[in-house]
Every structure is written in C-alpha cells, then in structure tokens.
C-alpha cells in the first residue's frame, strides 16, 4: 500500500507565498510514501520552504518553471497502476478531457495525474482515472487575489485506489472521497 501526496500550482513566491496553514499542518502529520508535483512551482527552493519536509517526489515542469530542468510528463508504476504525471500546458482548452485520454492510451496509463487549470477535479473517462489537485496555495490565473485552494492524497493497494479531494476557502477544510477498482476492461467506480 502506497500513501501519495497529490499537489501542483503553487506560484511560489509569484502568485502565492505559503499554502492554507490547515494544509500544512495535515500534510506535517501525515506518511505520504511519495509526493506527486503537476509542476508549476515557479521557484522549487521557495516551494520546499513553504511546505513541511515531502517524501521522495515526482516533479514535471509547468509553463511557468524556467530552468527547472525537469520532464514536460513522467510515466511510472505505483501498486500495478500505470500513472501519466503532466502539467498539461500541451492541452487546448486548459484541461481537455479527449485529449488526455488520447494522451493516456498513447503512453499506456490508467490514471493521468495533471495540473495548469488550477481547477481540481476527478474524472473517469473512458475506463481511465483523470486527476488534478488544482492549487495547493489558491493562485490564481495571474488576476491577483486567491482562490480555493486544494490537493489530493491517494492511497493505492493492488487493484484498488483511494481518491481524497481536499479543498478550502480559506476557514474550514472539505473532503471529499472517491474509491476506485481496477479491472480487467479498466478503472471503474466502485464509491
């Protein structure tokens, strides 16, 4: 069983200094195995600060990392999961649906884990698991202001995945939880 720590979009120091101190201090307490970076994080030293110490990790490059020297997408197994890790600047319109999926069968991933809309959500389309944690820090677009912020844990064990949505406006967390089976025609909803 692997504990996965889920986030992206940070801005950090441009957009955004800190994430929710509720996040924090939930993500200090908890034993994540890895962490898993949609990229975005504008300047890494100044991300790793805001946050408390993170597991071993998994980082691609946003629109917005120069010189991070990281892939544009990373593909990996965690628990017999195939996972396709992506920012997603390759997608017109921001997140588009078809063409993760078309992304996903080409790489040969079960679940695709991206970022760039700072908007989190959980789909599954065509027997695939979309994921994207939207902004751990509620960065905006560059329009100034914050929004919701939010990130997402998963928890994998063989055939099965547990989906946990964070979010908050900046008062009191919500959660929301999704459970998953993977099968021999794909990954099916099973909560």
Do not use: C
Not at 14 to 42: C, M, Q, W
Not at 54 to 74: A, E, R, T
Not at 84 to 92: A, D, I, N, P, R
């Amino acid at each position: 069983m692997k504990r996965v720590l889920v986030f992206g979009d940070t801005h950090i120091p441009t957009r955004a200094n800190a994430i929710p101190e509720k996040f924090y201090s939930h993500i200090e307490e908890a034993d994540y195995n890895l962490a898993l970076i949609t990229g975005d994080l504008v300047q890494e030293h100044a991300m790793r600060q805001s946050l408390p110490p993170l597991p071993p990790s998994h980082i691609v490059q946003g629109n917005m990392d120069f010189g991070g020297g990281y892939d544009f997408q990373k593909s990996f197994y965690i628990e017999g999961f195939s996972i396709l890790l992506l920012h997603g600047t390759q997608l017109s319109p921001r997140g588009n649906i078809s063409e993760l999926v078309e992304i996903a069968e080409h790489v040969g991933a079960e679940i695709v884990i991206h970022g760039h809309t700072h908007d989190p959500s959980i789909d599954l389309h065509q027997d695939r698991l979309l994921l994207n944690p939207g902004t751990i820090t509620g960065a905006t677009g560059g329009r100034g202001g914050r929004k919701e912020a939010s990130f997402i844990e998963l928890v994998l064990e063989r055939e099965w995945i547990s989906v946990e949505l964070l979010t908050t406006d900046w008062t009191r967390v919500k959660r929301s939880v999704f459970e998953f089976t993977k099968t021999p025609s794909g990954i099916e909803r099973t909560k």
